[in-house]
């Protein structure tokens, strides 16, 4: 993509239109979205306007908290605001991605949690040499990591591969549109999707750090946490100090003191929500006590199946046995106690009537 041109492409009546309609995928029935909606031809028009006259403000966020499964605060845009953030994305994304390396796992087309552990596992066989020697692993994680996003040092970053000033300004709106309470210079939202590339933006100086002046060969990061795995103990105390300095001096992030640790693959080394073994791999505690509590609270068919799938990644047989009895005998509580059933028809249909099913996940 020419970059003179990046952005009159993210300003286009044409890619407002596709972003919108990326956007609203699954969300008609939400009332902003609606709103927006009833007057969809003005409302993008005026938001093409804005962006080309150089008019364009950014609003205030709504704030919320979701436990995801620990307390998270979430920051939502207005419906306007989020419309220009995909159209920002469909256009910096294919431009940026390429750049990134290849172990770098969050929030990118083809990658994502399943594929990490399983690079985690291909790793852990070649620097095992099959499961024949001792595998040491350092595992880190970046302390507060959206709360501690600089905005001067991001823009820094995306003035490097970006010309265009109309595109950075754009760019420097998004980003200072938010900041942590304490400090007006830091800080990204969670939600935002823009967000999303902009921390992958953000961390590539250090990926191309660890893979080019480190020279670190099994290297594995997603989001804010990141594993090395090598055969010396030695070798990952040497490189620790370094890895620390950099995100000091360069990122003005830190590690978080509470989790990072050195430790062998036969001890267990818990990485993306599972505890890795040279042969096998298990769920956390917390997560398999959070499965148990979302069926029990709520024994959906659409539930059931999503909790299957994350178990087929591992080694979760007896856990997904104990799964699908619990579903099943909570729908059949719930049946004798309503037979109406007209809250739980999904329940009635795929955990009872259908055993055959049931018999698939067991």
């Keep these: 993509m020419p970059i003179d041109h990046m952005y009159n492409d993210i300003i286009s009546f044409e890619n407002l239109l596709v972003a919108w309609r990326e956007f609203q995928r699954n969300k008609r029935r939400r009332k902003d979205i609606g709103q927006f909606s009833l007057h969809l031809t003005d409302n993008i028009l005026t938001v093409h306007r804005d962006l080309k006259r150089g008019t364009y403000r950014h609003e205030s966020y709504e704030a919320f908290r979701i436990n995801d499964p620990k307390p998270r605060d979430i920051h939502k845009a207005s419906v306007r605001d989020r ?29 994502g949690t399943h594929r990490a552990i399983h690079r985690f596992r291909h790793y852990a066989r070649i620097v095992s040499k099959n499961n024949t020697r001792t595998v040491w692993i350092l595992k880190c994680d970046i302390r507060k990591f959206f709360a501690n996003i600089n905005h001067q040092i991001l823009c820094d970053i995306l003035g490097k591969h970006i010309k265009s000033r109309d595109t950075i300004s754009l760019l420097r709106i998004v980003v200072k549109s938010f900041h942590t309470p304490c400090n007006l210079d830091v800080g990204l939202p969670l939600g935002n999707l823009t967000s999303q590339l902009l921390v992958n933006i953000y961390m590539n100086e250090f990926d191309h750090f660890m893979k080019r002046d480190i020279k670190v060969q099994y290297y594995i990061r997603y989001a804010d946490d990141f594993v090395i795995l090598h055969e ?36 267990g080394v818990d990485f993306l929500g599972w505890i890795h073994f040279p042969h096998h791999r298990i769920l956390r505690t917390s997560t398999k006590k959070r499965i148990f509590r979302d069926l029990l609270n709520n024994p959906k068919e659409g ?60």
């Design 83 to 111: 419309l220009v953030h995909h159209a920002i994305y469909r256009i910096l994304y294919p431009y940026f991605d390429p750049k990134f390396i290849f172990d770098s796992y969050s929030c990118r087309r083809a990658k």
């Design 232 to 267: 010396n103990k030695k070798y990952l105390k040497s490189i620790l100090p370094k890895i620390s300095e950099f995100l000091k001096i360069q990122l003005r992030l830190s590690l978080h003191p509470n989790k990072v640790f050195i430790k062998t693959l036969a001890s």
């Design 303 to 362: 539930l059931l199946i999503s909790y299957c799938g994350l178990l087929s990644h591992g080694n979760a047989y007896k856990l997904q046995q104990k799964m699908v009895e619990i579903a099943r005998e909570e729908a059949k509580a719930m049946i004798e106690e309503d037979e109406s059933l007209s809250k739980w028809p999904t329940v009635k249909k795929h955990l009872l009537s259908r055993e055959k099913d049931i018999r698939h996940f067991e």
